[in-house]
């Protein structure tokens, strides 16, 4: 029997009738939930069966069905099972109920929720603003319907939300510019000495409402190329996460040598991102040497994609159904050749590293994150493989080509930032030993498939193993060639929450290394445009959860 | 320690200096770059093809009285080459250069102005004349040696056609 049966079966047992099966597949299960039983099926999924909650998508379905739909995606990270529950909410009730005090980790998706569909989830334990600017008019909320994508309400009175210390402890403000990853994003730590104690914060200041723009303006196929600049360094990444979950819903089949031409993009697209990263990480520790030499050997990657696609970043290479450019044959040779290139390189410089002992007594021990804490902060990527967590989209939810190669997540128990170091050193080989085996591998034949129209009202869920853990996009097919709702959650949204509980053993000085050590996109976490700063700036990673963490842990919130 | 500091001197002499020369020697560009676009007005048929999938919707089809203007402001361009793909006859295409700064917005912007062909029935402009050329020729090619007139709907605009066809299903006169 198929792990979704076991489950419904599993469920149906503890729930007797509360759960209406919508479609259940191989891989993931639609299923509809009435409010009441809400938490605590939520409950039983997170506690006792060990899903991951990933993300919770509001969607305005009153043009259809005079009802909101909130589907909460949680993920079956050991037998690479998805499950969506979907809960209506009557057009005047507008409150569920709160799972944030079961789930942590889900309190900055219900916020949003809040946010950015009015629906109020009830006995939330900070419901506070997460997205909007401090002077949005209290009674305006973008993604309903009948807000139109350019619409400019007029500023309301400005409230300040940030929350104060408990007891005596002095306020360090870093921000609202953060400043050794020149992106906008304002935390409040709160220090006793050079002890962090707390600590507050406040993002999406680039917020500029993407989605709405999808559900309102673009269509199916000029998504991708805006979904691209959700990330200047891993847009590869969205492009392909988008069209996924666009084929998933119309049920395209994608040509084989499609998906291997996508699994080769994607692999050098975490070469190069790792390679930034660990640049990075070198220049904020003040070893510019290390940030030199693998900018260096990076540049090599970029001019490949160069060549490749048209451009060093932003490659606009995916359509739904496929891939709008070739690898030719005769591309192979120099592929493999750079690849030789970086790998030695690559080792040389990492060789470097791990010998050089100032350098390792800076990285280790620092910002730790226990496996258990992991978990229940719901972490992803290269952060949670370094606490030991298993989970690798590749190999647990296998997309594109990577179900037909050979490959191993690389994972560590230290938990600090310097397993986090040794996990992307690892990967950048395992991904240049993936581009080897897909370019060897890959079949002839159309790069795009052929389809007719995209049926509305159908759902589809993406997730990728992206250079920073796992990206999700939902999209909800529409009637005019376009998403009738289109979600994205990128990976430093739950790795941000993560943060309280890595700076809470931590010192001020520590402070910068921990934050680069998620790898933090902040701009992506807002989903918004960021510049391609792919030559010369470092990345950036969303944010999302970290604020209701923060308070929860801080601000005498219950800690989970 | 020491000896780790001594590979890392190896390290980077061995690499050498590797900075570009640019902008003292041009930057080159690989094969197939995707740099600004160009507009070739001898070729365009104002089919709008380009306008209707470009993502930032940066090139606008402009109808006046006698005229279509096709109008690419590339200040917004994304450099996706959508428009390339797509288009006909290749007359939109993206070349090489990546220097694009200027202080006049208006450098930005590319055009290409048609003529109308006005409907024989009503006398309102519905295509543009090099557009309805090329139907015509598509539909009557070469090969076929004879030059045959074409069809007398080809210049009468959808509305009439509509009308007329109507018309003739109800017992009125026929269209060829
Ligand atoms: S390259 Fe893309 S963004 Fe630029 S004009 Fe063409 S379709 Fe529009
Ligand atoms: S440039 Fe090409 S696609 Fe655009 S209107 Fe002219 S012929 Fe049509």
């Known amino acids: 029997m198929s792990t979704g049966h076991e489950l419904l079966n599993q469920i149906e047992t503890k729930f007797p009738g509360a759960v209406k099966v919508d479609s259940v597949t191989e891989r993931v299960a639609f299923l509809s939930v009435c409010d009441e039983q809400l938490v605590a ?38 037998e690479g099972f998805e499950i969506s529950l979907k ?87 870093v921000g609202p510019f953060f400043p050794t990853l020149e992106e906008p994003a304002y935390f409040r730590l709160f220090v006793e000495g050079e002890k962090v104690v707390g600590c507050d914060y406040r993002g999406f200041f680039s917020h500029r409402g993407i989605e709405k723009l999808a559900d309102k303006v673009l269509d199916y196929n000029q998504v991708p190329f805006m979904a691209e600049r959700i990330c200047g360094i891993c847009g590869f990444v969205h492009s392909c996460s988008y069209c996924q979950a666009v084929e998933m819903a119309a049920e395209i089949e994608v040509p084989a040598r499609a998906r291997y031409i996508r699994t080769i993009m994607l692999e050098l697209e975490r070469i190069h991102s790792h390679l930034l990263w660990i640049g990075l990480a070198g220049h904020i520790i003040g070893f510019d040497t290390v940030l030199m030499q693998s900018w260096r050997v990076r540049e090599p990657v970029m001019w490949l994609c160069e060549q490749i696609t048209g451009n060093r970043k932003t490659y606009g290479m995916n359509l739904v159904g496929g891939v709008r450019r070739d690898i030719p044959e005769d591309l192979h040779p120099k592929i493999l050749e750079t690849l030789d290139k970086i790998e030695s390189e690559s080792r040389t410089i990492i060789d470097a590293i791990i010998k050089d002992k100032p350098l390792l007594m800076r990285l280790q021990g620092v910002g730790t994150l226990s496996r258990e804490d992991g978990r229940k902060l719901c972490v992803v990527g290269p952060t949670a493989r370094a606490s030991g967590l298993e989970t690798d989209i590749r190999v647990k939810y296998p997309y594109a080509a990577y179900g037909e190669l050979d490959m191993k997540a690389a994972f560590q128990t230290g938990g600090d930032v310097l397993a986090r170091t040794l996990v992307r050193a690892e990967e950048l080989f395992t991904a240049i030993d993936l581009v080897r085996q897909a370019l060897q591998k890959m079949p002839e034949g159309p790069i795009m498939a052929e389809f007719s129209d995209i049926p509305p009202y159908r759902e589809g869920i993406s997730l990728i193993e992206a250079p920073r853990g796992e990206s999700l996009h939902y999209v909800l097919t529409g009637p005019d060639n376009r998403p009738y709702r ?75 | 320690m020491w000896l780790s500091k001594f590979k890392e001197l190896k390290l980077c002499l061995k690499a050498g200096r590797v900075t570009l020369p640019y902008p003292l020697a041009p930057g080159e560009t690989m094969k197939g770059f995707r740099g600004r676009p160009v507009l070739n007005g001898d070729l365009c048929l104002g089919c709008g093809a380009c306008a209707a999938v470009c993502p930032p919707r940066t090139i606008f089809v402009i109808d006046e009285q006698d005229t279509r203007t096709i109008q690419v402001d590339y200040s917004r361009c994304t450099y996706c080459a959508r428009c390339e793909e797509v288009c006909p006859v290749g007359s939109i295409t993206l070349n090489n250069e990546f220097e694009l700064a200027t202080t006049n917005k208006n450098d930005m912007k590319l055009s290409a102005t048609l003529s109308m062909a006005k409907c024989k029935n009503c006398g309102t402009p519905f295509t543009t004349q090099r557009m309805l050329a090329k139907l015509t020729d598509d539909y009557y090619p070469e090969w076929m040696q004879v030059k045959v007139d074409p069809p007398e709907w080809f210049s009468i605009c959808p509305d009439c056609r509509k009308k007329l066809e109507a018309s003739r299903l109800k017992g009125g006169s026929k269209i060829v």
Not at chain 1, 42 to 66: H, S, W, Y
Not at chain 1, 133 to 141: G, I, M, N, T, V
């Open chain 1, 486 to 560: 289109w979600s994205v959650r990128a990976p430093t949204y739950a790795q941000l929450q993560a943060i309280p509980d890595m700076l809470s053993r931590s010192t001020v000085a520590d402070f910068p290394l921990i934050v680069a050590s998620i790898d933090p996109c902040f701009s992506c976490t807002e989903r918004v445009e960021t510049v391609d700063r792919s030559s010369h700036t470092i990345k950036t990673y969303r944010r999302e959860e970290l604020l209701q963490q923060l308070q929860n842990k801080y601000r005498g919130g219950e800690r989970s």
């Open chain 1, 41 to 78: 099926l939520a409950d039983f999924l997170a506690n006792q069966m060990n899903a991951r909650f990933v993300m919770e998508i509001g969607t305005d379905k009153r043009p259809v069905n005079q009802k909101y739909e909130l589907s909460y995606i949680f993920c079956l990270d050991q």
């Open chain 1, 87 to 173: 809960v209506m909410v009557d057009e005047n009730k507008l409150e569920v109920p709160s799972i944030t005090p079961v789930i942590p980790g889900a309190g900055w998706a219900e916020r949003e929720v809040y946010d950015m569909l009015g629906i109020v989830a009830v006995n939330h334990p900070d419901p506070r603003r997460l997205v909007l600017a401090d002077d949005w008019p209290e009674d305006l909320f973008p993604m309903r319907k009948d807000f139109e994508h350019d619409n400019r309400p007029p500023a309301a009175e400005v409230k300040k939300i940030m929350k104060e210390p408990d007891g005596n402890a002095t306020v360090v403000s």
